[in-house]
């Protein structure tokens, strides 16, 4: 996607838009975990999927019944989320390659490039989450702050 944006896009660059977020499928730290991502075309081919891998999960020091997760989410050119919640967690999600498009209930949608980022509060519906670009990779890192315990993602 070049610098020109679709109507209704915005950009973010270091603002986040906060909403409400709901639980993923826990992995192991190190594994990674290719996701579907929604229904199929018209042609009966999915998007690709991103691929998620677990970096750290370990309890918040100090702080009882939380748990920190750091994650890296890939998405090939053209992949996509089906849209999703975080249940309880607080989400903070930061670009680290290419160009990604996200929305939140009730926002509009934004454009993210590298070094770019958006957070997500407890209970936000995640209606949108897209790499931009049909050519290049995108990748970012999403940290949780959740309840210890709860799933971290959670498709509809």
């Known amino acids: 996607m070049t610098d020109e944006r ?3 896009e915005r950009a973010v660059a ?40 677990t970096l750290l999960e370990q309890s918040l020091p100090g702080v009882k019944g939380k748990t920190f997760t750091s994650k890296t989410v890939a998405f090939p050119p053209g992949g996509r989320s089906v849209p999703h919640r975080h249940g309880n967690a607080f989400v903070y999600a930061y670009v680290v ?29 995640h209606v949108l989450t897209e790499n931009a670009s049909q050519s290049e990779p995108a990748k970012l890192v999403a940290v949780y702050i959740s309840n ?4 971290l993602k959670v498709d509809d």
């Open 6 to 8: 679709a109507a209704g």
């Open 14 to 53: 270091g603002r986040a838009p906060v909403a409400l977020a709901a639980p993923v499928t826990e992995t192991p730290p190190g594994a990674e975990t290719p996701l579907t991502t929604g229904a199929p075309t018209a042609t009966g081919t999915r998007p690709p999927e991103e691929t998620v891998k």
């Open 97 to 125: 390659e290419g160009t990604m498009r996200s929305q939140l209930g009730g926002e509009p949608v934004g454009t993210y490039r590298q070094g770019d980022f958006w957070v997500e509060a407890p209970g936000a519906h």
């Open 148 to 151: 210890t315990g709860e799933k």
